[in-house]
């Protein structure tokens, strides 16, 4: 009797070690994956500045119209792009504005980035939006695309979750519909919003960068990261894909609130061998603060005269 109780106690001691051992390492499991899902949150927050809030936190957005030099199969279009950045409250979790406040509401700068311009006979629009935390502390928590023109229209949109959560629909049959994951990294949709936070915060030297979904999609190129490089000089920022064969420089002003003035992105228009390398422009023409979503009526459209909108 006495063997069997020494026999049982020391079964049950080496279960409890391998219980123990068992939770633990389940829970350095857990602990691994929540650090590598949220690394990204441990950058200290960024401080808004009295200017900074006196500047976004006037109940307007910000709207600034600009000349457009598309290029697009092998030719420059000429039409307007317009770039609306407004700060707002965002749900992190459903992922959307939020119609209330409260103190889990995420304050976000978003971008609305719009193109506008014809190809021949028909015409094409595109908008893109970022939403990008004001902490400046973690990547842009979505990006939508929508691109419409007389073929069709497609749509992409990034949700950032553990991974970058991302869905493409397209009426182009090697695209169709897709639902993939890709591993956080940077995002060329957030610099445009990045920048105007804190230029100085924006990524230089050799990176990784998942290019913007309005280039991947009219060059139906796949969404992931590509090797990049981004150098930062005063009033300019630029990025260069050697992969791509394509560069994108951001010319702003150096000082607050850091208005983007103009910018050029240089890559191969059209398909196949003899495709022609273009660069695509736009150049400011007006800025105005105008809380807009409340200018709906007949005499508003005195405002599009304002900012040069045909």
């Known amino acids: 009797m006495k063997k069997i109780a020494k026999s049982n106690l020391s079964l049950l001691i ?38 900074f809030k006196d500047y976004w936190y006037a109940g307007e957005a910000e709207i600034t119209s600009f000349q457009l030099e598309q290029a697009r199969y092998g030719e420059i279009r000429e039409g307007n792009a317009v770039l609306i950045y407004v700060t707002e409250d965002f749900l992190p979790e459903v992922q959307v504005k939020a119609d209330n406040q409260n103190p889990k509401n995420v304050p976000v700068l978003k971008l609305n980035a719009t193109k506008n311009f014809n190809t021949g006979v028909y015409p094409y629009s595109i908008m893109q939006s970022t939403f990008f935390p004001l902490g400046n502390h973690q990547h842009a928590i979505k990006i939508s695309s929508s691109m419409q023109e007389w073929c069709g229209h497609v749509y992409a949109q990034l949700n950032n979750r ?48 998942i290019p913007s979904f309005e280039f991947t999609r009219l060059r139906h190129a796949q969404i992931k990261a590509y090797p990049a490089t981004a150098t930062l000089n005063k009033g300019s920022y630029k990025l260069s894909y050697p992969e791509l064969n394509r560069t994108l420089t951001i010319n702003f002003n150096p000082v607050f609130p850091y208005d983007i003035i103009s910018w050029e992105e240089t890559f191969k228009s059209g398909f196949g061998p003899n495709a022609k390398t273009l660069t695509t422009k736009a150049t400011k023409l007006k800025t105005i603060k105008s809380a807009y979503w409340q200018k709906n009526h007949n005499k508003d459209e005195v405002l599009r005269d304002t900012l040069q909108l045909k």
């Open 162 to 209: 553990e991974q970058f959560e991302i869905m493409s629909h397209s009426y182009f049959e090697g695209e169709a519909d897709q639902h993939f994951k890709l591993d956080k990294t940077i995002l060329e949709n957030e610099l445009w919003t990045q920048l105007r936070i804190n230029p100085q915060s924006l990524p230089t030297g050799d990176i990784q960068v």
């Open 14 to 51: 080496i279960l409890s070690v391998f219980i123990l051992c068992s939770c633990k390492t389940e829970n350095q499991q857990k602990e691994l994956l929540a650090v590598n899902s949220s690394s990204e949150t441990h950058k200290p927050k960024t401080p808004l500045t009295q200017e």
